[in-house]
Nanobody, 128 residues
């Protein structure tokens, strides 16, 4: 089993930057990819970006592209989401996800159903 814990979400003003952290614990050796998803009120979870541990390159969704950066920390244990120039529309709950399916060895999947493990989420609020 793997446990994921997000942190770093808080209220900020438009234009601010935030760094979200995701710490994995438990059987992290079994993980192949980790990712961040965003969920706004009343909307489905949306892929923000992710990274496989075999690759040095992150993969991004359309949301936040150019403003958000995935940063890899301690392999299979930490992944960060750096968010710049935040806008009110960026508000929502940000979830960390991880997969232990070896098919995702080389690239992080973009669909939420492809992830086995989820954190509780961290809330980001952006005021204008």
């Amino acid at each position: 089993q793997v446990q994921l814990a997000e942190s770093g979400g808080r209220p900020v003003q438009t234009g601010a930057s935030l760094r979200l952290s995701c710490a994995a614990s438990g059987d992290t050796f079994a993980l192949y990819s980790m990712a961040w998803f965003r969920q706004a009120p009343g909307e489905a979870r949306e892929f923000v970006g992710g990274m496989s541990w075999a690759s040095d390159e992150a993969r991004y969704g359309n949301y936040g592209k150019g403003r958000f950066t995935i940063v890899r920390g301690d392999p299979r244990k930490m992944v960060y989401l750096e968010m710049n120039n935040l806008k009110p529309d960026d508000a929502g709950v940000y979830y960390c996800a991880a997969t232990s399916d070896s098919i995702h060895y080389s690239a992080a999947p973009t669909n939420d159903y492809e992830y086995d493990y989820w954190g509780q989420g961290t809330q980001v609020t952006v005021s204008s």
